[in-house]
């Protein structure tokens, strides 16, 4: 099977030539960064990563929190993030063409999708060597198993998921741990240059099956292939 994948050099080469600082975006040094990257949607579950995001706060004062992206609900978490106190903590980029680098000053990055067909930024966290705290939505749990490479919580649970990251905090040793298992897997299973290789391979390994003395019939036959890999959108 041919599973989707992320482009694991151009994230490392981003991240190593990223000129976007927490001074640049006048966070302090010693924060403690949680992190999200997602559209401000229901899917996205924006509003449990503020009211979690409150509980962190309480637990860890230095916490600072960033989502990446933007979506129709903006409003209604901004206002969220206002009512809890929280404004002075929060930073809400919009939408960001520096998505990876903004990954990359994250301490943690969470996750908290109600339903996910795959998760690329789940992918890109790992990639990006980023502790992980995820809901068991749908494929996430093809990516992130609990306690090997990050912790999963179920879906909409705000305590789990603000008391994970407050123990990620405090825990280096599984951090790293969590950021090994997550970038081995990373590379072996979602490496964007592996699947295209694989892709490759199995085209070649059709047509020589498929093709015989008629080049159209591969061509017809493989058409559905192509389409299912390549045409048809990888949405977030």
């Not at 680098?101 to 890109?124: I, K, M, P, T």
């Not at 305590?159 to 905090?169: E, F, K, Q, R, Y």
Request: net charge negative; glycine share 4%.
């Amino acid at each position: 099977m041919i599973l989707n994948g992320v482009d694991i050099e151009q994230i490392e080469q981003r991240i190593a030539n990223s000129t976007l600082t927490r001074v640049s975006l006048n966070i302090p040094e010693s924060a403690y960064i949680v992190g999200m990257v997602g559209r401000i949607s229901e899917q996205k579950a924006p509003d449990v990563f503020v009211k979690a995001a409150r509980k962190i706060k309480d637990a860890i004062p230095e916490a600072f929190f960033i989502i990446v992206g933007d979506g129709p609900d903006q409003t209604e978490i901004e206002k969220m993030i206002s009512d809890l106190n929280l404004k002075e903590s929060f930073l809400i980029t919009g939408w960001a063409k520096l998505t990876i680098e903004y990954l990359a000053l994250f301490d943690v990055a969470v996750l908290c999708s109600r339903w996910e067909a795959f998760g690329f930024a789940l992918a890109e966290c790992m990639a990006a060597k980023k502790p992980i705290v995820c809901t068991n939505a749908d494929a996430m749990t093809e990516l992130v198993t609990n306690f090997e490479n990050g912790y999963v919580v179920n879906i909409d649970d705000i305590d789990s998921l603000a008391s994970s990251v407050v123990n990620l905090a405090k825990e280096n040793s599984l951090q790293e741990s969590f950021v090994q298992n997550a970038y081995k897997k990373a590379v072996e299973k979602f490496n964007l240059k592996c699947e295209s290789e694989e892709f490759s391979r199995l085209v070649i390994q059709y047509k020589s099956i498929i093709l015989g003395a008629n080049a159209n019939i591969f061509w017809i036959s493989a058409f559905p292939l192509l389409t299912i890999c390549y045409i048809v959108p990888r949405i977030e």
